[in-house]
């Protein structure tokens, strides 16, 4: 069963830093790409960033370049994301993700609030 935990959320002050984490288990984790997503209140899902299966190529967004960075040890099989300067227009639930065989996995999400 696959499954993706995601952890390292909380609240944090405008300018403030975070690295939110994902467990997975259940597949072969290193040969998969693995993306965050994120929802903010009252609004849709928006790709966060992505990353492919071994690190080498990631993708973040234009409005998040250079404050979040994307990572994955896979000799862990976690994924990561470490967010700087944090705004509170990055307060949403942020998730894990991966498409695996044809099917889309999420984890349960973890609760970003940046609020002063």
Known sequence: EVQ???????LVQPGGSLRLSCVAS???FDNYAMAWVRQAPGKGLEW???????????YIPGSMRGRFTISRD?????LYLRMNSLESEDTGVYYCYSHILRREYWGQGTQVSVSS
Not at 4 to 10: K, M, P, R, W
Request: cysteine-free.
């Open 4 to 10: 993706l935990v995601e952890s390292g959320g909380g």
């Open 26 to 28: 259940g597949f072969s």
């Open 48 to 58: 966060v960033s992505g990353i492919n299966w071994n690190g080498g190529r990631t």
């Open 74 to 78: 896979n000799t862990k099989n976690t």
